[in-house]
């Protein structure tokens, strides 16, 4: 029902910025919604985590702790994808960040925890970010 793929990871020196991008694609349209959207990251034999997620409907924004005042999440309504600026990029940050989110036939569902990998049914296939110190 939704296909994601992310784009805009890449190496940065430390103290660099990256802006990671996600399309979305629901099938059939106007059928299905996207309630809310998140990027997540997996470091090497470390755990997914969540790092930054948008309700759709109204812009409600969830930061973890270790990006905030150095991420920002945002998403287009217009085309539908999703964003996240990182600014001050830090080697600890090197990770592959991936794309979810939560897709059903309601438009505006009860929110859970938003950066609970447990909360998103749609993921993308990740993209690579690596800083070098």
């Known amino acids: 029902r939704a296909e ?3 784009s805009g ?3 940065v020196q430390a103290g660099g910025s990256l802006r990671l991008s996600c399309s979305a694609s629901l099938r059939p349209a106007n059928t299905f919604y996207i ?3 998140a990027w997540f990251r997996q470091a ?3 755990e997914r985590e969540g790092v930054a997620a948008i309700v759709r409907y109204n812009g409600r924004q969830y ?3 270790s990006v905030k005042g150095r991420f920002i999440i945002s998403r287009d309504n217009a085309d539908g994808k999703l964003y996240l600026e990182m600014n001050n990029l830090q080697p600890e940050d090197t990770a592959v960040y991936y794309c979810a989110a939560f897709v059903s036939r309601l438009a505006n569902p ?3 925890s938003m950066l609970t990998s447990s909360s998103y049914n ?7 970010v690596t800083v070098s110190s």
Do not use: N
């Open 63 to 65: 930061y973890d702790d």
């Open 4 to 6: 994601l793929t992310e």
């Open 35 to 37: 309630g809310y959207m």
């Open 9 to 11: 990871g890449g190496s």
């Open 122 to 128: 749609y993921w993308g296939q990740g993209t690579q």
């Open 44 to 46: 090497p034999g470390k």
């Open 110 to 112: 009860v929110q859970p």
